[in-house]
């Protein structure tokens, strides 16, 4: 007998568009970095504003995780060090239970790689290359401090990377085991072949006056650090 598919809309249109615009600019910045040294084949004032553009998604992300939709709402998807251990044990046996959003390793994750992005964003606008370009709050915590962000901003790219191949891997790991989660990033619609741990009621309407209020907020500190 064919097993009954439970489809659940899971990741609204803000979320995915955050998610790809994020992914974007990621890739922009850490690109621009290999012109370092090159600086009129590609101006680092490109690498800034892949900058500035991370920290205003990271604003709506942050926004939109306390009053967004329920799926896309840190509460729904951080969990406690036990919960997390047991879904770790659970999953290292093929036996862990399936999530709609985040499961409990993922949620974590998605915590750590929004730290790392945010300080490699915030940590940026008090750095300059000396020449040709100095960032909007350069100066402002004194000559030590910005050079000690300059070598935590340095380090804090490779733990990016690394977060990053954690992430894919992990994305590797249930892609295996019949999760298909880059069409679920691309629709917002999940499949399920039993009910989510963590399934949720309909949102609210109103949320979507909640989205234009928080990429309002975002898009102005996006905007005041592009054209300071």
């Not at 680092?44 to 709402?73: C, D, K, M, N, S």
């Not at 093929?94 to 915030?122: C, D, E, T």
């Not at 804090?156 to 790991?173: E, F, M």
């Not at 102005?220 to 650090?225: M, N, P, T």
Request: glycine share 8%; aromatic share 14%; hydrophobic share 50%.
């Amino acid at each position: 007998m064919q097993s009954r598919t439970t489809r659940i809309a899971v990741w609204d249109a803000f979320i995915r568009l955050f998610h790809w615009s994020l992914l974007a600019a990621v890739i922009i910045s850490f690109y621009t970095t290999k012109t370092m040294g090159q600086p009129f084949l590609f101006p680092l004032e490109v690498h800034a504003q892949a900058g500035y553009l991370i920290i205003g998604l990271l604003v709506f992300r942050l926004i939109w995780g306390w009053v967004g939709t329920p799926y896309a709402r840190f509460s729904t998807f951080v969990y406690g060090p036990r919960t997390t251990a047991r879904y770790s044990k659970a999953l290292m046996a093929r036996r862990a239970s399936p999530y709609a959003s985040h499961n409990p390793l993922g949620g974590w994750m998605v915590v750590l790689l929004l730290v790392s992005l945010g300080f490699q964003a915030l940590s940026g606008l008090f750095l300059s290359d000396d020449i040709f370009f100095q960032a909007p709050l350069y100066g402002v915590l004194g000559a030590n401090m910005g050079d000690l962000l300059a070598q935590l901003h340095s380090l804090n790219s490779d733990l990016l990377l690394v977060l990053i191949g954690l992430h894919v891997a992990g994305l590797l790991w249930h892609t295996l085991q019949g999760e298909r989660l880059i069409p679920a990033m691309l629709t917002g619609v999940k499949r399920f072949h039993s009910p989510p741990v963590d399934a949720k009621p309909v949102s609210s309407r109103r949320q979507t006056c909640y989205a234009v209020g928080a990429l309002l907020i975002a898009s102005g500190v996006s905007g005041w650090l592009w054209f300071y």
